[in-house]
């Protein structure tokens, strides 16, 4: 939270975020979660790099699915959810 707290100090149009949620309790992740939804709501775009693809899809608009390097799948966060492939292979059936 203190580093996304210190990167939005600057105003950025943008903001990167590399696995946010990594050896965070999931309570904690709920909040962190929370806090870039409400960042992407004030108008800042946010580029979320995240392997717990359950929570990454609850905040995301739109996702792509990274396998040995390539995008293997892209879509709507909707899309993806109610991928038959995507949820056998990264949500868990």
């Known amino acids: 939270m203190l580093a996304i707290g210190r990167a939005m100090v600057a105003g950025p149009q943008l903001i990167m975020l ?6 965070l309790a999931p309570l904690i992740v709920a909040q962190v979660m929370d806090a870039i939804v409400s960042i992407n709501q004030a108008g800042t775009a946010v ?6 693809a359950r929570v990454a899809l609850k905040v ?12 293997a799948v892209t879509g ?15 949500l868990g059936a």
């Not at 709507?76 to 990264?90: I, T």
């Open 60 to 71: 995301a608009h739109r996702g792509c699915v990274m396998e040995s390097g390539r995008v």
């Open 47 to 52: 580029l979320l790099i995240e392997q717990n």
């Open 76 to 90: 709507s966060a909707a899309e993806l959810r109610a991928d038959p492939q995507v949820v056998e292979a990264y």
């Open 18 to 23: 590399d696995e946010p949620s990594m050896g």
